[in-house]
């Protein structure tokens, strides 16, 4: 297998943890490279259903070495608890993975602050996963974020009460809110000293020194290019960049270690909290489509990470041509064919249109996109079953003219293909 960079490339919950388990067994390396426990990667094998959120997808591997770069932000009582659910399991966390020096950690004030944000915007709400991520990047930027190596500095204890009477001042002065207390902060750093010191290293260094010995790395990315801190739907996304670009920057390795770029994508289109969604047919908030509400129902469109339903729609090809421009897609990953068996027609939108004019990329202004809407090509249904097919001659002759067409408007071939949660149900096509 090449060096492959694996991302989502819609608004996250595409199946990247599922796609990432199935090229895991064939790379020696897999690294996280961004975003933190805002992430859900759910891995169902036979009949257990695992969900990770800090943990690369590649740890349920035994010859897998597991890595979190220092584009990541941990938050220790996250991954802690995975651990030990992964240990009680019987896989032996401790000897594969290993988290970088330079890992910016998520503290109980961080939590705090986000909550507060979110309650005080009311209707206008991001829709954050209020896990601390976006203040813990802010504390990075700004310089006075706690490192996984500053639980060895001697400075520690004062730049923790610096940064806790900034954020207890914001807490009670102005969102009116109880502060946090400082034994609550102690408690998780004395947990990240205990259970995570052991496990760090310097990953940049490790990956240099594994792709020199010629082993193979899978980068797997979190979240999706369209909640991209510059490229998504801002202000609606995330506080990391997603695109693949992130896997260099986050894990400190350069351009000449990545081979291909597997971009990840549902059949349909799938959002979970505020922001644009052009083709969107259903949600929890009472827009009902039939085919929106099918979709949703059969896919068991809820996140993995919040619990909360997912808002669903066709597939939106401007979407994942926009994405396969500015991450650089070399093939496209779709997952869950089959969750369209059965629909009369399916529906694909090719382009925007907006006061009278027809798009075809992506505004950058969120406001401009609301106000699109979309140009659809209707194609035939299929009564047949896609489920747990294997092979392209198995699926039915209008589901390999959906996926021919996808790989027309999206300018980019279909490399694998999803037939249903597990392992096996999986189609490999060449490039």
Request: charged share 25%.
């Given at each position: 297998m090449a060096n492959t960079i694996a991302i989502g490339i819609q608004w996250g919950d595409e199946g990247k943890g599922k796609i990432v388990d199935l090229l895991a067994?064939?790379?020696?390396?897999?690294?996280?490279?961004?975003g933190g426990p805002n992430a859900g990667h759910t891995?169902?094998?036979?009949?257990?259903?695992?969900v990770l959120h800090l943990v690369p997808s590649g740890i349920l591997h035994a010859d897998t070495l597991c890595l979190i770069g220092n584009g990541t932000v941990v938050a220790p009582e996250t991954i802690i608890e995975e651990m030990d659910t992964l240990i009680g399991a019987g896989i032996p966390v401790d000897e594969r993975l290993r988290i970088s020096d330079r890992c910016q950690l998520i503290l109980p004030y961080h939590r705090a602050l986000d909550a507060a944000r979110e309650a005080a915007k009311g209707k206008g709400r991001i829709g954050t996963t209020g896990r601390g991520?976006?203040?813990?990047?802010e504390d990075?930027?700004?310089?006075?974020?706690i490192r996984l190596i500053d639980m060895l500095s001697p400075g520690l204890d004062a730049k923790i009460a610096e940064n806790?009477?900034?954020?207890?001042?914001?807490?009670?002065?102005?969102?009116?809110?109880?502060?946090?207390?400082?034994t609550e902060v102690d408690a998780v750093i004395e947990m990240a000293r205990q259970r995570l010191l052991p496990l760090m290293a310097d990953v940049a260094l490790i990956l240099h020194q594994r792709h020199k010995a010629g082993d193979t790395i899978l980068f797997e990315g979190a979240q999706g290019t369209m909640l991209d801190v510059d490229f998504g739907t801002y202000p609606y996304v995330t506080s990391s960049n997603t695109v693949a670009g992130a896997a260099l920057a986050g894990l400190g390795v350069g351009p000449g270690m990545v081979d291909e770029v597997l971009g990840i994508c549902k059949a349909y289109t799938t959002r979970v909290g505020a922001g644009p969604f052009p083709?969107?047919?259903?949600?929890?908030?009472?827009?009902?489509?039939?085919?929106?509400?099918?979709?949703?129902?059969?896919?068991?469109?809820?996140?993995?990470?919040?619990?909360?339903?997912r808002r669903t729609g066709w597939f939106d090809a401007v979407v994942v041509r926009h994405a396969v421009r500015v991450a650089g897609v070399t093939g496209l990953a779709i997952t869950k064919l089959d969750v369209l068996d059965g629909l009369p027609e399916v529906k694909l939108c090719v382009a925007y249109e907006r006061d009278g004019e027809r798009l075809e990329t992506i505004p950058a202004d969120a406001a401009a996109l609301e106000a699109c809407t979309p140009v659809y090509e209707t194609l035939s249904g299929w009564s047949e079953s896609t489920f747990g097919a294997t092979s392209m001659?198995?699926?039915?002759?209008?589901?390999?003219?959906f996926l021919q067409r996808i790989e027309e408007v999206c300018e980019c071939p279909v490399t694998m293909l999803s037939t249903g949660p597990d392992r096996g149900h999986i189609i490999h096509l060449d490039p």
């Open positions: 067994p064939r790379a020696d390396v897999v690294a996280r490279f961004q891995l169902v094998i036979g009949n257990e259903k695992t991520i976006g203040p813990a990047y990075k930027t700004a310089r006075r974020g806790l009477a900034w954020t207890n001042f914001q807490l009670t002065e102005y969102f009116k809110v109880d502060p946090v207390d400082r083709t969107e047919l259903y949600n929890a908030d009472g827009m009902e489509d039939e085919a929106g509400r099918y979709m949703a129902e059969k896919g068991q469109e809820f996140g993995s990470t919040t619990g909360r339903p001659a198995q699926l039915p002759a209008a589901a390999k003219a």
